[in-house]
């Protein structure tokens, strides 16, 4: 049983959100999607500025995290936290010497 609730909770989450991060060049916008195939997680953010796979992507007791690293415009490693609420999510994003910021999303309806 618990395995079943693990792979529901897993396949809840998987979708295309909205998200919007606020950064110290200001606020930025994207779309954060979340695939689930097998009981795995996977998933890509994407922008402007191109798309990234997320790495250790993962979804535990109700909080979402992945990690990041990004070349442009500045060599960063990004860790981000979570927590999803029906079609919303909020949290975190820790931007190394840049300190914590917000984001937000909602789910894509489509």
Do not use: C
């Not at 395995?3 to 930025?28: D, H």
């Not at 994207?30 to 993962?58: F, M, N, T, V």
């Not at 500045?74 to 029906?86: D, F, H, R, S, Y």
């Amino acid at each position: 049983m618990l395995i079943l609730a693990r792979m529901e909770s897993k396949n809840l989450i998987a979708g295309i959100w909205e998200v919007t991060i606020q950064t110290p060049l200001g606020e930025r916008t994207g779309i954060l999607e979340l695939r689930s195939s097998r009981g795995k997680l996977s998933g890509d953010l994407s922008s402007q500025a191109g798309s990234i796979d997320l790495d250790d992507l993962s979804h535990q007791d109700g909080k979402l995290s992945w990690t990041i690293a990004v070349e442009d415009p500045v060599k960063l490693n990004i860790k981000a936290e979570a927590i999803i609420k029906g079609d919303r999510l909020s949290g975190t994003v820790h931007l190394g010497a840049f300190g914590e910021r917000g984001f937000s999303g909602e789910r894509k309806i489509t």
